[in-house]
């Protein structure tokens, strides 16, 4: 016999919302699921009802992107070996899997809020607090300068095809939450590509995205310290231009709102 599907259980009512999503509290109440263990403590992530009805799904493409976010995260700290006060400070992308509901999934008063067959991410529940640090628009907190050059790197690093950046997450501090033994790194999810072929849907701005992205960012020291300063896309926009296009702001923004100011 083979081994027993696993059985999710989570709330009705979301805990938290980014631009596109809503994410619940979830559990591994039996088996294994996905490759999570019973008792495993998880986010599910499933797509806004109003974007759901603009035919938006959560697909694949999402766990493909965040993959390929892993593995350049995975190839910085190896490259760069990222230190803070001398000690290692590594950036860590979750894993996220798909999953398929079964039956609707309804709030205390029946309103359908994830309907049957619907796709949804899951990944492990990160332990500590939140930050948003940049965003694919170009918007900085200002006050994390390894995820600002992160993202700078896998521009130049992938020679100009991606843009991993809307990061977000936890950034590690002693006396807080370790990671694979590590006091300081950040361990972040959600996170957006803008690539040269516009491949990851609807935050992926497309080459014209990284133009943006780059017009809005200020290279700190660390940009300076590994050459990346005069690293930047070809003729790049001025600041005003930029703002004409997408103005830099603290949440993800999508591919139409691109298009409504271009157009």
Known sequence: MGAKPGILAFD???????????????????????????????????????????????????????????????????????????RSCNVHMLETKLGTMTGHKVTSTGKVIIR?????????????????????????????????????????????RYLVCDLQGHRGRPGGPLYQGESYYYLLTDPAICSFERKFGITDLGKQGIKNWFAHHVCNELCETHGLVQARPASPMTMRSARATLIARRRSSYVDEMCHATC
């Open 116 to 160: 049957d067959g619907e796709g949804f991410l899951l990944e492990q529940m990160i332990i500590g607090e939140f930050d948003k640090f940049n965003s694919n628009s170009g918007w900085s907190c200002g006050t994390a300068k390894l995820p600002d050059f992160f993202s700078h790197w896998t521009w130049v690093h992938t020679g100009g």
């Open 12 to 86: 009705s009512a979301p805990f938290g919302e980014g631009s596109s999503r809503l994410a619940f509290r979830c559990k591994v109440a039996e088996g294994n699921y996905k490759g999570f263990p019973t008792n495993t403590e998880l986010v599910l992530k499933a797509m806004k009802p109003e974007l759901y009805e603009r035919g938006i799904r959560v697909s694949d493409r999402d766990v493909e992107m965040q993959r390929k976010a892993a593995d350049l995260a995975q190839e910085f700290n190896r490259l760069m070996q990222p230190k803070k006060h001398g």
